[in-house]
């Protein structure tokens, strides 16, 4: 009896040591994780009770994972301020998450739900270091378009100079054409009249006779 017991334990230990140190991919899908919630402060966030994501909400595993990236979602809408943990995992990748499908997904989410400026601004400094290429990007460029639609212009003024010098040649593009056009849409007097100078400093066939402008 002691042998079989001895046995059952090493079993189950052995099947906690493979669960805890797993690979984050081998996990099974969030969305069929059960959830619980875990405090923060103030805070309760729902995520899956799971050693290895839950762990991974500390490093950068979790929205570097395809998977990963769905529980990160669920939860940026919780973020507060610059000083969230979450949000200072993904700081660093922000730019890297816009540019894949899945990862424009959680940005997207994020860009919504986030209220703090200091917190935009941090995200628009990392934007702000190639900005023509992001507007260029297939994906990025549609968080480039809701950031413009929904942060306050105090904070999205230099995205919208960024541009200046380069409307031309971006409305000439099939993806940052459209940025272009929302930021029409939603500039202000004082910069649409740069954009509009611009415009007209140009040969009137280089405006007219193109798909995008």
Known sequence: MHFLAAIQHFKLYSFYLY?????????SHPRSIVYEPIKTGNRAYQVPFDSSVHRSLHG???IQNENGVYVAMKITQYIEDEKDPLFLVILPYFISLSHTEKGLNMVKKLVVSLKCKKAQFFLLQKILEDPIDYISDPYCNYSYQLIIQNWEFSVTEPLFKAVCGNVICLSNQ????????????????????????????????????????
């Open 174 to 213: 099939k993806y940052s054409s459209n940025v272009i056009e929302v930021l029409f849409e939603n500039a202000p007097c004082s910069i649409m009249s740069e954009y509009i100078s611009e415009l007209c400093a140009s040969p009137s066939s280089t405006v007219i006779n193109r798909p995008y402008i």
């Open 60 to 62: 950068n595993l979790v």
């Open 19 to 27: 669960s805890f140190h797993k690979p984050l991919w081998k996990t």
